[in-house]
């Protein structure tokens, strides 16, 4: 990469030294206060150009005018001529202002030169005049290649910032084969939580982060992840989280705590919880042990903060290869379907003999089939949990819509605080639900379907529940309950299904689960 000010101060150093060579050996004394002269200029332009406030175009006149001046003196008083230094303006004027500014201070340079020597009313021998004419010459060349290398700079910078997002993807792929605990946020998180309850005494704790989106909870699957928070806003954050985020230290406040650990980026992750009502040793210098945990912990913190955002980059990955299979199978397998089926309605229309037509009409119904599950995927693979929608939305709209196609009753039950998930928590839930309501429909021969989705950040429940005949033999070529497995430990939530003649319960749970009886499948309890 070109550095103008690194590559104008040893073009001007060089100029100098070529300039006190001859002045050195001649040992004139005229010549050598030229070249204390050039060194003063030079000093004084090197050092202005390392200011931005410093116009680039006044500089180059500047230090162009002062070059000519004391070379047209030079010319005619000094016993070195110090024409090399003429080069030097016209390379630096190329390197930052192009091949406009290579030839304007050319054309500078002779001006100034032309002045000075009318001013001293005389002429240069003829040898200093070809030497003048020729390193005005020699400028111009060397402007050209500043200009150049200017221009190559503009167009390398163009493809930087795609060098640069390459090296970090690898870095970040690298990770994922060296790093001991991989960058999973539910395993590096539990072992965090865990570490704090070695040194502070806390019956329950949460992590949350803090970024762009506001604030949100981080789900580890620990055990102290339980039911119930502190006291509560009216916006379902503890207050001792919004006494820390306004301190930037650790609070306490009662049984309560919070504790920020480190800010990454303009990211803040922070541990809200409560502390045993009886701690060892007392409660003196709680506080001071918060503030001690803090500074063990940035290693975990840093950990966490690292998968958090391989998890966005993998997120938003995944979303964009959605929506590419959907306009795919939109522009692609959907047309040519449709296209059959018009050519299947053009052969119903038409005369057939009678043993046909019904294979004919059994042809397009099954057409029609397809296309409706076709379209149904597409609106399926767009289908997003984003800031307008939560997690509850996305699922009810979802069961709106398979019940308007399907015909069955679907029922949904949402029951959210303000708090949301993560968005990509809230992803996955989201198609650990689809599946399940969409076998459901397919595949139980339920009539009616039930749906409970209850968000209370950082946990998170989803029930399916059918009254269909449960689900039989599982085929080679079925995937479905196994991603439903994979997506529900991605998240660190837990999976269950239960079925029977009586119907199949799909249970997710995210975080420590409330007490309380198993949902049932439709008939009674087994």
């Not at 989201?430 to 397919?442: F, G, P």
């Not at 005949?469 to 309950?481: F, I, N, Q, W, Y």
Request: charged share 20%; aromatic share 4%.
């Amino acid at each position: 990469m070109v550095r103008p000010f690194e590559i104008g101060a040893v073009a001007r150093i060089l100029g100098l030294c070529a300039v006190a060579g001859p002045a050195l050996w001649l040992r004139d004394t005229r010549s050598l206060a030229v070249v204390l002269l050039f060194a003063i200029v030079w000093l004084v332009a090197t050092s202005l150009s390392a200011l931005r406030w410093v116009p680039k175009l006044a500089l180059a006149v500047a230090e162009a005018v002062a070059v000519a001046a004391i070379c047209g003196y030079a010319v005619v008083e000094a016993d070195a001529v110090p024409v090399l230094a003429l080069a030097i303006p016209p390379f630096l004027g190329g390197l930052s202002l192009g091949i406009r500014g290579a030839a304007g201070l050319i054309l500078v340079e002779i001006a100034v030169l032309g002045l000075v020597l009318v001013q001293l009313e005389t002429r240069p021998p003829v040898d200093a005049s070809g030497q003048l004419l020729a390193t005005l010459a020699f400028g111009l060349g060397v402007g050209l290649v500043g200009a150049y290398l200017r221009f190559n700079q503009s167009r390398q910078a163009e493809l930087t910032p795609y060098r640069d997002a390459i090296d970090l993807l690898q870095q970040l792929l690298a990770l994922t084969d060296v790093l001991d605990a991989g960058l999973d946020p539910q395993s590096i998180g539990a072992r965090l939580l865990s570490t704090l309850q070695d040194d502070i005494p806390a019956i329950r704790a949460s992590l949350w982060l803090r970024d762009e989106r506001g604030l949100t909870p981080v789900p580890t699957g620990s055990l102290l992840e339980s039911a119930g928070h502190g006291t509560q806003t009216g916006t379902d954050v503890p207050d001792t989280l919004v006494a820390a985020l306004d301190d930037g230290r650790p609070v306490l406040s009662g049984g309560d705590f919070a504790l920020p650990l480190a800010s990454i980026g303009g990211r803040l992750l922070l541990i809200e919880g409560e502390l045993s009502p009886s701690p060892a040793g007392g409660r003196r210098g709680l506080v001071q042990r918060l503030e001690a945990a803090s500074a063990r912990l940035v290693g975990l913190t840093t950990q966490l903060d690292t998968a958090l955002v391989f998890a966005e980059v993998n997120a938003a990955a995944t979303r964009n290869e959605r929506h590419r299979l959907a306009r795919e199978m939109h522009d692609g397998v959907a047309q040519d379907i449709a296209s059959m089926g018009y050519l299947v309605d053009a052969m119903a229309d038409g005369p057939l003999p009678d043993d046909l037509r019904p294979q004919v009409e059994l042809l397009r119904g099954t057409i029609s089939r397809v296309v409706g599950e076709v379209r149904a995927s597409v609106t399926a693979l767009r289908m997003d949990v984003d800031a307008n929608q939560s997690l509850g939305e996305a699922i009810s709209g979802l069961a709106r819509r398979l019940s308007d196609s399907s015909g069955l009753s679907i029922r949904c039950t949402v029951d959210e605080r303000a708090i949301r998930l993560r968005p990509d928590v809230e992803a996955e839930l989201l198609r650990i639900a689809q599946e399940a309501m969409t076998n459901a429909v397919k595949h139980a021969g339920a009539s009616e379907i039930d749906v409970e989705c209850l968000v209370d950040a950082p946990r998170a429940r989803i029930v399916v529940r059918d009254n269909g005949t449960g689900l039989g033999p599982a085929r080679e070529d079925s995937h479905g309950m196994t991603i439903m497995r994979e997506r529900a430990q991605l998240v660190g939530a837990s999976l269950s299904v239960d079925s029977s003649a009586m119907g199949t319960v799909v249970y997710v749970a995210l975080g420590a689960r409330r007490p309380g009886n198993r949902p049932q499948p439709h008939g009674g309890r087994r």
